[in-house]
């Protein structure tokens, strides 16, 4: 996904493929690859979260959480062209309501999205937020 993305930081100019090209990728990524891999991730987080317990089977969270926290954003909130690509994995969307719901993590984003002047669900701080002037962030 960060090749894709970011393809010209791994060396891999945009005129080295045809759009055409970069959309099938993308198709690709969001059909197959990332199903694949959420699958796995939602098995694992059915168990976890049953068990009020984090990725690594810990009581608090690991660097391993605030990684896949913020990939798990990065996919509710649509950058890989999917907006619904999470839709079909309760697991994960609980675990990261879960996490957002920690205290510091809540607090530190109340407190940035406070700064920016925006309105929110407070019950997700990282859900879709608009401002209030109602562009979309």
């Known amino acids: 996904w960060s090749v ?21 990728i993308q198709k690709n990524l969001n059909g197959k690859i990332f199903p694949k891999h959420l699958h796995f991730l939602e ?3 059915k168990i976890s979260n049953r068990k ?19 990939k798990f954003t990065d996919l509710k909130a649509g ?9 079909d994995f309760p697991a994960i969307l609980e675990y990261l309501n879960r996490f957002n719901r920690i205290p510091e993590i809540f607090e530190y984003y109340n407190d940035i999205i406070s700064n920016e002047n925006v309105e929110y669900n407070t019950d997700d701080p990282l859900s879709q937020h608009n401002t209030v ?5």
């Open 79 to 87: 950058k890989t062209g999917n907006n619904n690509l999470l839709n």
């Open 4 to 24: 894709y993305n970011y393809h010209e930081r791994f060396g891999i100019e945009k005129d080295h493929f045809s759009e055409n090209a970069l959309s099938d």
């Open 52 to 70: 009020n317990l984090w990725l690594a089977n810990t009581d608090s969270p690991t660097i391993c959480d605030f990684y896949w926290a913020s």
């Open 133 to 137: 002037g109602g562009d979309s962030i």
């Open 43 to 45: 098995d694992r987080l």
